[in-house]
């Protein structure tokens, strides 16, 4: 049962290139959608988030674009810089109580000096 | 910045054998959860708690996990009779409101305590 899929478990990008990390989804009652970057031995840190309502949210480098009709996110990461190499999970969760976030797998990134 | 902490950071313990996972969440948070991740899997939700009760858990949360908010600043998980498979890296997370509705507010995580069971 994976209602959130990161289909790509690793990703390789020179510094200064774009990262492009990309998520699906099957369940159409999810309405936020988080990326939260690990690295090893540390917890999940939140880096962005975006609401079903909008279709772009930006910070900084980081910008999450969402394709509802398609249920498709993508994280964009520019420039790309050594210190991003790390897991990077996509989260999802409905509307209705106080739902659970579900994960992706993640997605290794290594970013190449 | 204000962060979720938990302790220890590394529990071993023996099968069978209860063991409580201890975390402090950010203080004016109102929401406190706590996931799982298997080595190579997922991070899988397990519990979450508002207002001195549990407001949703999944499967995975049967009768031998249980938790408890004893005062105003810590928030335990507790394993009653520990399994081979309960090994795993449990995080805890808060948020400040509900994340649901119109008021999203993301989650934070602490940094997780490592559970072997032997």
Known sequence: ?113 | EPEVTQTPSHQVTQMGQEVILRCVPISNHLYFYWYRQILGQKVEFLVSFYNNEISEKSEIFDDQFSVERPDGSNFTLKIRSTKLEDSAMYFCASSYRRTGGYSNQPQHFGDGTRLSIL
């Open chain 1, 1 to 113: 049962d994976q209602q959130v899929k990161q289909n790509s478990p690793s990703l390789s990008v020179q510094e200064g290139r774009i990262s492009i990390l990309n998520c699906d989804y099957t369940n159409s009652m999810f309405d936020y959608f988080l990326w939260y970057k690990k690295y090893p031995a540390e917890g999940p840190t939140f880096l962005i988030s975006i609401s079903s309502i909008k279709d772009k949210n930006e910070d900084g480098r980081f910008t999450v674009f969402l394709n509802k009709s398609a249920k498709h996110l993508s994280l964009h990461i520019v420039p790309s810089q050594p210190g991003d190499s790390a897991v990077y999970f996509c989260a999802a969760r409905g509307s209705s109580g106080n739902t659970p976030l579900v994960f992706g797998k993640g997605t290794r990134l290594s970013v190449i000096a």
